[in-house]
């Protein structure tokens, strides 16, 4: 059920800037690697000149100008591939700047052309044709795919890391950006590419400090010594600095003394001209709220991220060591993040928190995501060992007849046809299910899948609804917009108009003559359309807290079983959120009534919102609890209505009604009780879905989306909730007698 349009990840951006301008800029070669503010374009260009202009998730990325030669390893189309390059025999016998100049100048001669075009593949990338299309990799990327040594000798090229090391490339060219959040499948590479750049950056500049943590310090240690120090260690003489210390430290790589860079300037110097230190180090630290506190860094590398376990917490060490990238204002350093999830009690739900702040779509007044990080996520199929053909890019779906793999190997099968066979396999297991797609997600939902046996609701339903909200064009059924009342003027006609900085989801509104339908009784306003849904509402009193927290505000939309031209039992709106102050959610969440004509069940325990109604003159929209007699409501209740929910019945009325709902509307109805067995379910809004995954009934104040929208459901089958009446014990049958003859009986 998944889109197939997800197995494209990135798109290229036609005339995206005027051409009249490329051109100019080109010639004069004027465009700066960075962030260019007038065309909101990431340049990584080098040379002062741009060419393609991709888009890789929301980001606008300006590649370098394709040169006029490019390396090609065939004349042959087919035969074009990544192929490295070994380090030419006479070079293999150097081993430091001091043995090279040692060499005789005919030597030195012979190779410093092709160490200085090292030196630039590394400084500005690499061009070369792969299957006939020219293809551009980052400098990061070319050490990857070269000069890194993993566990299985030298990496594949791989489509999927050539968009990773693009999108990391702007993060550091990015002035807002303080680096990327990768959320990643099972082995894809990610540790030794993190391992790569490290010592990329650590041999490149000096005065700096690398760091890396991983969810255990062990986990940090042996990233360090089994990946870090190998690859510094088997990089070629000429881009190995001196090292201060053992060839494999255990706790930190010291490059006090430099090898200089050799060119055609420096390659007859003499080597007893005194050297200064590089100063730079890479190191780890043991996993710590507060790792790497008060130090400056230049690149950290957080592996394992996801998997952070009690009492560390992935959120609080980031706001620490986010400290460590910046001076004031200014972004000094990077982080590389990236892993793959645990449950959600497992470090899970701290991870996603954060991946979600990484939203680029999403920044405040300075241009900064929350986090301050960019998020990127890589579908399983564009990354799945076994499905990567030589050209570095996968194999979807089965081929019509077997392609040659990157290890030779034939496949003949695809990544996704694969995925799906397991995935059905596994249906019957719901926790060997979830922990299937939390290591190889196609979608992010997949990724931040929880163990089902934590889950009060059917969490099969749910995730089927989820997936199946994956697969659609979601802009086709949810809108974002917002409500405001025509020409400013309060209690006249809503209006709704779509937007997309508007905190309302929608995926229905009534047409004119069935909007904006409110009675006026006695001075009091009414709504008119209760017979065709309600809503539910949590909400809260205080504008703000210390440090900006507290939960938000929200408000469900829900229909009930009508004949007017509305869908039935549906949920129509999602609102999430927490404006500046709480005088605007009200007016928001009254807006939103009005408009649909429909009453609101809030809860009473955080009055404000049902003060706010009352003073208005809209205490007829304020639902009364539907669990007891109008005689039996207290004082409060009377005046303003809602519901408490302190007590242990609605509590469990409450998680009653969602999980009834769930099982008659959400995912797939397979014994047809409902609805037709291959019918899914019209629950769109997957924030709320995932909150019901997630719902805990002892701690209901974390999930603002299950409050609501279980109220929303209990508001719509009021009756269900009502006392049954007590019968009288007093019989009110009178006597009757048969009256013929001259006495009367009792009739018995």
Not at 309 to 328: A, D, E, F, Q, S
Not at 476 to 484: I, K
Not at 608 to 616: A, Q
Request: aromatic letters at 12%.
């Amino acid at each position: 059920m998944q889109n197939e349009g997800q197995s494209n990840l990135y798109q290229v951006v036609k005339d995206y800037i005027p051409k009249s301008v490329l051109v100019k800029k080109n010639r004069a070669k004027t465009w700066v690697y960075g962030y260019n503010e007038k065309y909101d374009v990431v340049v990584i260009s080098k040379s002062g000149q741009i060419g393609q202009i991709i888009n890789i998730n929301g980001l606008a990325i300006a590649l370098p100008k394709q040169p006029e030669e490019l390396f090609k390893r065939s004349d042959k189309k087919e035969n074009q591939y990544w192929e490295r390059q070994e380090l030419p025999k006479d070079l293999t016998r150097i081993n430091s700047i001091f043995q090279w100049n040692e060499r005789p100048p005919l030597f030195k001669n012979k190779w410093v052309d092709y160490i200085e075009e090292e030196f630039d593949r590394r400084e500005l990338g690499f061009w070369f044709y792969n299957n006939g299309k020219p293809t551009y990799i980052t400098g990061a990327h070319y050490m990857y795919l070269q000069w890194t040594s993993i566990d299985v000798g030298y990496p594949d090229y791989r489509e999927a890391n050539r968009i990773f090391f693009l999108y990391w490339e702007a993060c550091k060219a990015d002035k807002r950006c303080f680096g990327m959040d990768y959320l990643k499948i099972r082995r894809s590479g990610f540790s030794f590419m993190g391992s790569s750049e490290c010592v990329n950056t650590g041999t490149l500049v000096r005065d700096s400090r690398v760091g890396i943590l991983s969810k255990t310090g062990s986990d940090a240690k042996k990233m360090f010594t089994d990946k870090v120090v190998p690859i510094a260690n088997r990089l070629p003489f000429f881009f190995k600095p001196i090292q201060d210390g053992m060839d494999k430290p255990k706790t930190e790589l010291a490059f006090r003394v430099p090898a200089s860079k050799i060119t055609k300037k420096n390659m007859y110097d003499d080597v007893d001209e005194e050297l200064t230190g590089l100063d730079t180090t890479i190191d780890w630290k043991n996993t710590d709220d507060n790792s790497y506190d008060g130090e400056k860094l230049l690149l950290l590398v957080h592996d394992e991220s996801g998997k952070w376990i009690k009492p560390n917490n992935i959120l609080n060490n980031w706001r620490v060591t986010k400290t460590c990238l910046r001076l004031g204002s200014k972004i000094i350093g990077k982080c590389m993040m990236g892993s793959t999830s645990n449950a959600l009690d497992k470090g899970g739900e701290n991870f996603k928190r954060l991946y979600e702040d990484s939203n680029i779509a999403t920044r405040n007044a300075n241009g900064q995501t929350k986090s301050g990080l960019y998020s990127l996520f890589i579908p399983m199929e564009w990354n799945m060992e076994g499905f990567i053909d030589r050209y570095g890019m996968p194999v979807f779906r089965k081929p019509e007849k077997p392609v040659v793999g990157v290890d030779g190997e034939w496949i003949t099968n695809g990544a996704i046809d694969y995925w799906e066979a397991e995935v059905d396999s596994l249906k019957k297991d719901p926790d060997a299910l979830n922990e299937f797609y939390r290591q190889f997600p196609r979608t992010e939902s997949h990724a931040f899948r929880d163990e089902s046996k934590s889950s009060l609701f059917n969490l099969t339903k749910i995730y089927q609804q989820i997936d199946f909200n994956d697969s659609l064009i979601m802009e086709h059924h949810v809108t974002r917009g917002r409500f405001y009342w025509k020409d400013g003027i309060k209690d006249s006609e809503v209006i709704w108009t779509p937007d997309s900085r508007g905190r309302f989801k929608v995926s229905w509104t009534p047409k004119r003559g069935l909007n904006n339908r409110k009675i006026q009784k006695h001075g009091i306003y009414f709504p008119a359309n209760e017979h065709i849904g309600a809503f539910g509402c949590d909400s809260y009193d205080i504008s703000g807290t210390v440090g900006g927290g507290g939960s938000n505000g929200a408000l469900h939309g829900l229909t009930k079983y009508n004949m007017d031209d509305a869908p039935s039992n549906e949920f129509f709106l999602e609102y999430v959120a927490r404006p500046q102050t709480a005088e605007i959610f009200f007016e928001e969440v009254l807006m939103a009534l009005v408009f649909y004509g429909m009453p609101i069940l809030a809860e009473n325990n955080k009055p404000r919102l049902l003060y706010h109604f009352k003073n208005r003159g809209y205490r007829g929209f304020s639902m009364n609890r539907p669990d007891k007699h109008y005689n039996k409501l207290s004082k409060t209740e009377k005046e303003l209505g809602g519901i408490p929910n302190t007590s242990e019945d609605v509590k469990q009325s409450h998680a009653a009604a969602i999980e009834s709902y769930i099982e008659k509307h959400v995912g797939l109805d397979l014994d047809g009780g409902y609805r037709p067995a291959d019918e899914m379910g019209s629950m769109y809004f997957t924030r709320t879905l995932e909150d019901w995954a997630r719902f805990d009934i002892s701690s209901r104040t974390k999930f603002d989306a299950s409050i609501s929208s279980g109220l929303a459901i209990m508001a719509n089958q009021k009756n269900v909730y009502l006392p049954e009446k007590k019968q009288s014990k007093i019989n009110l049958n009178f006597a009757r007698y048969n009256n013929k003859g001259y006495l009367s009986e009792l009739i018995r």
